[in-house]
Structures are given as structure tokens and as C-alpha cells.
């Protein structure tokens, strides 16, 4: 494969990329929206005489949750932003910290190949018999977020590495970690 | 149990990400032990399907609402308004704003940020030496974390089995002394090296400044109140309180001080949610890891080993001091605390300290390995801010440093600190 097609296969995971990010923000805001509803639905609604209970706003926050966390950490993969020990693959000779790095992202993707085999075998196995407590919708709906999240983690990696190969560029040059709080 | 710890680190070392780290290093261990692998998802599952880990994402949006939201440079004002007369006054309203904004944030580089973004420029305009101005910052930043609310505090709280709201409450008074210390510190390291200018002092100019600054801030001064007000009242649970804050300062940026346009939120939701993600991930594959030292009965061998060592609390206090230490000055502290937490808090149990105390021991450790170098957040945050270099910030940071060391053996060997607002 040429120099192009991997470019323009890089754009277009990079737009998949972008297109979670705005997602899992939707996906706080859905959480603050809902939790928030709780909050007012416990005082003030019940302060002024109206009983509506809301049983179902904190599953929907935490199933919300539970794919913004996974598919968030699956965006940062391709650009390394995952917290990591950064200290020794710098301190040692260039050679060799690449070396590792190359080692590390191989054994994740390793790593990741099982998360979407167990995370399948999960969604088959559980998903399809458990309901949720409240709503009572299939689990399946929950738990497909690690095998998604896994196979965009083994894409976004792949794709880290292919852009350090092309751009000829240090491995442990590229992103890094973004910010933590 | 030594091989599962020596794959561990070496996974570290390589710079696999410390979530996936987690996950991986007891793989070897669950196959050797014919444990089907489909545990893996079972326990991240309940590991994330939580109602309190939502306070994480929460927070973060708060906080950084609040920073964009122009709420930091009005804390500012007010607290220049309290302390700017004396002599390194401005070194000491930036410890004062810290103090206040980590009411409002649970985070210590966010507070490092968004404090040190207003009061560097104008430490430096007045007169004080960049890097002294950028050590006050990362020092003081790390109230983010100890002064309630704060994320480490909930991600311990979920890991150790613990009330967020007791944890919360015990971070107060420990806030509190490492603030005056901080204060007392800088005013008189200021005044015997004639950092900043000297301020002619009088009374109605200053009461009439203080009382403009207050009217300005009043509205960002009520949001601790309803926060913890509203916890310790009992009315909200630290989550519900978080969102509470979220829509405070959402009416407060976009519909009162108008500082963000309503077109600029997606971003921040996008940037909180990811920041987050980031953290909270970490929790997820941690109980992996967790869940095989349960079954090796790790914790179980390490308390025998620390008792066959010595039973005496303080001697384990001590150790534990010192370790924290060490490995806060290389580690980052969310990870830190979701490895050891599981391993230490049990066997402290055992010995006899309160699991709160214990908690906060941990954060107050932790929290002065982001300002340890050569792995410190708010150190890369105050570099960043100061354009300096790390080895510029040392000499000013280290008295700051030794100060907060003080503070943390204080609040070490004294629980009544941490203990006397829990109930």
C-alpha cells in the first residue's frame, strides 16, 4: 500500500476519532441532564406536592458512562494519551526506548484482540439473558461497549504506529499525554 | 504473587498504559489457574457500573466551567482584596485562591492552571521572581486535591470502601493547615528577600476594595456552600452535588457572566469527558488486578510480612510515608492510588488506623508527589505557565516543598486533624 492510501486511511479514523469525542460529550451531557433531573425530581418537585419517582435515571447515567469511559479511552490511544510511565523509555538510548515502545503497543494489541474476543463471548453469554434491574432493557446494550471499545483501540494503535512509520517519525514523539488532572 | 508484580512493573517500565498494564499482568496468573478469561469483562463491568465514579466527570466539567468561565480571575480579585497588603501578599492570595477554587475543583492541575494562568503574570508585573512565582503555584495547586471535593478522594473512597462524604469532611482542617502554613511561608521568605512591592496600608481603601471584590465574587463564593452545604446537610450525595455545580456554574459562565458561548460548550463537555476517561479506565482494569491479588490472598501475605516486620502503627505510618513518597515522586497519582489503596488500606485497618485517616494520609502523600520532581503535574503545569525549565523551579520549590513535607508528618501522626469534623 502506498504512502496516499495510508494517509487518507489515517483522515478517515482520525474523522471516526472526532466523531466519538463529540459523542461521548453528548454523552455528559445526557449524564448532567438526567442527574440532574434526579436531583430536582427528589426536591423540588416533591416540595411542591408532585410525586414522580425517576428509578431510572441512574442506570441510564451509569450505562451512558460506562460507554463514554471505554470509547474515551479508545480515542486515546491514537495519539498515545493513555497515562503511562513515560520515565524509562526516555531515559534509556533512542534505539532502545523505541524498541519498547514498539513492544508495549504490540503486547496492547495483543491485549485488545482478547478484550473484543472475551467482551464478545460476554455480550453472547450474559448479555442476551440479563435484563437491567429498572428499565429492564437486554444488558447486550451495555456490554457490546468493551468489544466496540477494544476493536477501536487495536484500529487507533495500528494507526499510531503506521503514522510513526510514514512520517518517520520518533514513536515516543508522537501525542503523548494530553493532560491530567 | 512476586512474578504478578514483576510483570507489572515491566509493563510499566515499557510504557504499556497503566490501564492495560493492570489487565495484562494477571493474565499469566488466571490461565495458570484455569479461570475462564470472561471474568475480565465481568469485573470491569462492576468495576465502572458505578453511581459514584460519575462524581469524576462531574467535577472535572465544574472545574474547568469555572476556569474558562472567567469565575478564576474574580477569586483573584477578592483574594488580593484579603491578603495583597502585606508584604508577598500576592504570594499569599495565590495560596488563598487555591484554597477557594479547590472548593470549587477536585483537581490539582486544574487548580495549578487555572489560579497560576491570572496570578503568574501579575506575581512577575509586581515585581516577584518568575520561577518563585511558579513554585508558590505548584505548591498551593495541590489544595486542588486535599480540600474537598476532590477526584483522587472519590476514586480512593470507590477503591477502599469508604464514605466519599466522611473523606471529604476529614480533607477540610488538613486543607486548612497546609493553606496557612503555605501563606505563612511565603511572607516570610517574601519579606527577608524583598520579593514584590510594598503596599501603603490604609484601612478604608482596603474595606472599601474588599467589599467590591466580595460583590464580584459573591456569586462564585456561593457554590462551596451549596456544594458541601448540601452534602453535609445531607440532601445530595457527593454526585448529585457535583451536578448540582455543573449547572450552577453552567448558568453562572453562559447565562450570568456570559465568559462562554454557548457554541464553545461541546468542547468542554468533549475535553471533560475524555480527561476522565483517561482516569477512570484505569479504575476499570484495576479490579482485574485486584480481583487476582484477592485470590492469591495478596493482601493477606503483605500485612503478615509488614507485621512480621513490625506491628507498631507508627512504624507502618513512617514506612508508608516514605514509600509514598518515593513513588509519588515517579508515578502519577490516580494510578498510585488505585494499585496501593487495595494492598495498603487493609492491612492499616488491621493495625488499627481509621480507614478515613488512612485515606487522607494517602492524598496528602500523593498530593506532594505532584510537586516532586522528576514526575510532578503541577510541576509541568507551573513550567508550562512560567515558561521556565524544571531545574529553575527547584531551588525556589524547595523550601515550599520542605513546608508541605512538615504538614503532611503533622497530619500524619495527628488523626485528630483529619477525624475531628467526622462524625
Not at chain 1, 8 to 31: C, H
Not at chain 1, 141 to 159: C, H, K, R, S
Not at chain 2, 188 to 198: A, L
Amino acid at each position: 500500500m502506498g504512502n496516499r492510501a495510508l494517509r487518507a486511511i489515517l483522515r478517515a479514523l482520525d474523522e471516526v476519532n472526532r466523531a466519538i469525542l463529540l459523542l461521548i460529550g453528548i454523552g455528559l451531557m445526557v449524564i448532567t441532564a438526567v442527574v440532574f433531573w434526579q436531583v430536582m425530581v427528589r426536591f423540588v418537585l416533591t416540595a411542591a406536592g408532585i410525586n414522580i419517582s425517576s428509578p431510572w435515571t441512574e442506570e441510564v447515567a451509569r450505562y451512558v458512562l460506562i460507554w463514554c469511559v471505554l470509547l474515551g479511552a479508545a480515542v486515546g490511544c491514537r495519539k498515545a494519551q493513555l497515562i503511562a510511565l513515560e520515565f524509562l523509555v526516555r531515559a534509556v538510548p533512542a534505539p532502545l526506548g523505541q524498541a519498547m515502545r514498539y513492544a508495549a503497543l504490540a503486547i496492547c494489541i495483543a491485549f485488545f484482540a482478547l478484550l473484543v474476543n472475551v467482551g464478545w463471548q460476554f455480550v453472547v453469554v450474559l448479555g442476551r439473558t440479563e435484563l437491567s434491574p429498572v428499565m429492564q432493557i437486554p444488558k447486550t446494550w451495555v456490554y457490546w461497549a468493551l468489544p466496540a471499545a477494544a476493536g477501536l483501540m487495536i484500529l487507533n494503535t495500528l494507526g499510531l504506529i503506521v503514522e510513526a512509520v510514514i512520517t518517520r517519525q520518533d514513536i515516543r514523539d508522537i501525542g503523548g499525554l494530553a493532560s491530567t488532572e | 504473587m512476586a512474578m504478578l508484580l514483576i510483570y507489572l512493573l515491566v509493563l510499566f517500565g515499557i510504557g504499556v498504559p497503566i490501564a492495560f498494564a493492570l489487565g495484562i499482568a494477571p493474565l499469566a496468573f488466571l490461565m495458570e489457574r484455569r479461570l475462564p478469561l470472561i471474568s475480565i469483562p465481568q469485573v470491569v463491568f462492576d468495576a465502572m457500573d458505578s453511581f459514584v465514579l460519575m462524581a469524576v466527570p462531574l467535577y472535572v466539567l465544574a472545574g474547568r466551567l469555572m476556569m474558562t468561565g472567567g469565575v478564576a480571575q474574580r477569586l483573584v480579585e477578592f483574594a488580593v482584596a484579603i491578603v495583597g497588603f502585606v508584604r508577598g501578599g500576592l504570594a499569599a492570595a495565590t495560596v488563598l485562591t487555591c484554597m477557594i477554587f479547590a472548593t470549587i475543583s477536585g483537581s490539582s492541575a486544574a487548580t495549578a492552571a487555572a489560579v497560576g494562568s491570572t496570578l503568574v503574570p501579575e506575581m512577575e508585573r509586581k515585581r516577584y521572581p518568575r520561577p518563585y512565582a511558579a513554585a508558590v503555584v505548584a505548591s498551593s495547586g495541590e489544595l486542588g486535591v486535599i480540600i474537598p471535593p476532590s477526584v483522587p478522594m472519590i476514586i480512593y473512597a470507590v477503591i477502599a470502601e469508604v464514605s466519599i462524604s466522611d473523606l471529604f469532611l476529614a480533607g477540610v482542617l488538613p486543607g486548612a493547615l497546609i493553606g496557612l502554613v503555605l501563606i505563612l511561608v511565603n511572607i516570610t521568605v517574601c519579606s527577608v528577600n524583598g520579593y514584590g512591592e510594598r503596599v501603603e496600608f490604609e484601612l478604608r481603601a482596603y474595606l472599601a476594595n474588599l467589599v467590591r471584590a466580595a460583590g464580584r465574587a459573591v456569586l462564585a463564593l456561593l457554590l462551596p456552600f451549596i456544594i458541601l452545604g448540601g452534602i453535609y446537610g445531607g440532601f445530595f450525595t457527593p454526585t448529585e452535588a457535583a451536578v448540582v455545580a455543573v449547572v450552577y456554574a453552567l448558568v453562572l459562565s453562559v447565562g450570568i457572566y456570559r465568559t462562554i458561548a454557548p457554541s464553545a460548550l461541546p468542547k468542554i463537555f468533549s475535553e471533560a469527558m475524555f480527561t476522565s476517561a483517561v482516569v477512570m479506565v484505569i479504575v476499570g482494569f484495576a479490579f482485574v488486578f485486584a480481583y487476582a491479588l484477592a485470590l492469591m490472598q495478596a493482601p493477606q501475605q503483605i500485612a503478615a510480612a509488614i507485621r512480621g516486620f513490625s506491628s507498631d502503627p507508627l512504624v507502618f505510618l513512617l514506612l508508608v510515608n516514605l514509600f509514598l513518597f518515593v513513588v509519588g515522586m515517579f508515578m502519577e497519582t490516580f494510578a498510585a492510588i488505585i494499585i496501593l489503596a487495595p494492598v495498603l488500606a487493609p492491612v492499616a485497618i488491621q493495625l488499627g488506623i481509621d480507614p478515613i485517616h488512612f485515606g487522607l494520609i494517602m492524598i496528602v502523600n500523593l498530593a506532594i508527589g505532584m510537586v516532586t520532581p522528576p514526575v510532578g503535574v503541577n510541576l509541568f503545569v507551573a513550567c508550562g505557565i512560567a515558561r521556565i525549565s524544571m531545574e529553575q523551579l527547584i531551588r525556589p520549590l524547595s523550601i515550599h516543598l520542605a513546608a508541605l513535607i512538615v504538614c503532611m508528618i503533622i497530619i500524619t501522626y495527628v488523626p485528630w486533624i483529619s477525624l475531628a469534623l467526622v462524625q
